[in-house]
């Protein structure tokens, strides 16, 4: 009879619940604070507010943000599972189910009243809360960074980050049309201390991080992180002292939220796999800070 492991099964149950809770926060801020502040900050979640905020002469009080939510996400999931692979979409499916259930039955009332700039600080608090929530949990709530990873496939010389700035910038400015200047200024504080929020949960305010990986995987690994991540890998060759072997090392140097996913990459081809993960200062190069010291 096989021996109980309450480990194992608590291991298993923790990234649905840090989902369930992540999901269950950024739900709280797209509703109480940024909806009922006409407060645009990117994602489908800020086009959801829009479009609400547009068809109440069609449907009283406008239609939810779930229903306009999960519109948007179908087209985009079936998408991905056509480019990417079933173990691309994997947890983001139930992270966006969640997500839209939230959204449908939480009840409507405001955190903030009129004061925008608490709707601005703790919209952020709670959002980039939840966000690193779901992020710990190897997945993603679809939206803009599923449109920018699916973009990137195709436009590698682009950064997912840098792609993702772009869409939501977008978004933003249009909400600066419909709801004006001022609104969207203090947008750009929320989307500042979500960000902020979310990189301190996540694991500090480090600009990088450096991953080692030692394993006999290590082909099906860079392959999936070229693929998948869209960063490029180094492998070093390396010898074990005590056995003599040449044992190759897979390099790379990712953003903070990317080095999840590669750990995650690793543990599904290698579970055995040796990683090290350091803290990286400063990156100069594709991707990361341009050196313009030259120009």
Not at 51 to 58: A, D, E, N, S, V
Not at 156 to 184: C, E, N, P, T, W
Not at 188 to 211: E, H, M, N, P, Q
Request: glycine letters at 8%; aromatic letters at 10%; one cysteine or more.
């Amino acid at each position: 009879m096989k021996k109980f492991d309450k480990t194992n099964i608590a291991e298993r149950i923790r990234p649905f619940l840090l989902i369930a809770i992540g999901t269950l926060l950024m739900a709280t801020a797209y509703i109480s604070v940024y909806d009922s502040a006409s407060m645009v900050t990117g994602g489908f979640a800020g086009i959801a507010i829009i479009i609400k905020h547009q068809t109440t002469f069609l449907v009283e009080g406008g239609i939810p943000l779930w229903i306009t939510t999960i519109i948007l996400n179908i087209p985009v999931f079936f998408i991905a599972y056509i480019v990417k692979g079933k173990h691309f979409v994997g947890r983001t499916i139930f992270a966006t189910i969640f997500l839209t259930i939230y959204l449908a039955i939480l009840p409507k009332f405001s955190l903030t009243q009129s004061d925008l700039l608490l709707a601005a600080v703790f919209g952020g608090v709670f959002s980039g809360t939840g966000i690193a929530m779901v992020l710990l949990s190897y997945s993603t709530t679809g939206g803009t960074d599923l449109i920018a990873s699916l973009i990137q496939h195709y436009v590698r010389h682009q950064s997912i980050a840098r792609i993702m700035q772009l869409l939501d910038g977008a978004i933003v400015l249009l909400g600066a049309f419909i709801f004006g200047i001022q609104k969207s200024l203090y947008a750009v504080i929320a989307i500042y201390v979500t960000t902020l929020v979310s990189d301190r949960v996540i694991d500090g305010l480090k600009f990088a991080k450096g991953i080692f990986i030692i394993s006999e995987k290590y082909n099906e690994i860079s392959q999936s992180i070229i693929e998948e991540i869209g960063r490029g890998v180094t492998i070093l060759k390396g010898t074990g002292k005590f056995s003599n072997k040449e044992r190759p090392v897979i390099f790379c140097v990712v953003s903070k939220k990317q080095s999840i996913e590669i750990k995650r990459i690793t543990q599904i081809y290698d579970p055995d796999a040796f990683i090290i993960v350091n803290d990286v200062r400063e990156v100069m190069g594709e991707g990361f800070v341009k050196n313009t010291q030259n120009n």
